[in-house]
């Protein structure tokens, strides 16, 4: 089959949306684990600035700024968070 070279706003949309709920998905997955992870708390982290990432990107692709840059501002503080854990555990070492 051809590809469809002509891209538009909906198609990045509609992409951006199913990365977020795999993203969403993989936080849920990594909170339940049966076993827990060494490093699951910043995983956690990672995987939630991820989403809010991903919903920054389709709100701006929806020119909704505001939203866009309060969620782009959330994943911020959340790797904020990831790095003071990892550097925190690297200190003890």
């Known amino acids: ?5 002509m891209n538009t706003s909906a198609d990045a949309i509609k992409l951006l949306q199913e990365a977020l709920d795999k993203a969403r998905a ?5 909170n339940e684990l049966i076993v827990e992870h060494e ?12 989403a ?3 919903e920054s990107a389709s709100l701006l692709m929806q020119s909704n700024d505001e ?3 309060n969620a782009l501002d959330h994943a ?13 555990e690297t200190d003890e070492d």
Do not use: C, M, P, R
Not at 1 to 5: A, I, K, P, R
């Open 39 to 50: 490093y699951q708390d910043v995983a956690t982290l990672v995987a939630q600035a991820s």
């Open 1 to 5: 089959t051809e590809q469809n070279l």
């Open 67 to 69: 939203a866009a840059l």
């Open 76 to 88: 911020d503080d959340l790797l904020d968070s990831a790095f003071a854990i990892i550097d925190g």
């Open 26 to 30: 993989a936080v849920q997955v990594i």
């Open 52 to 54: 809010s990432l991903l």
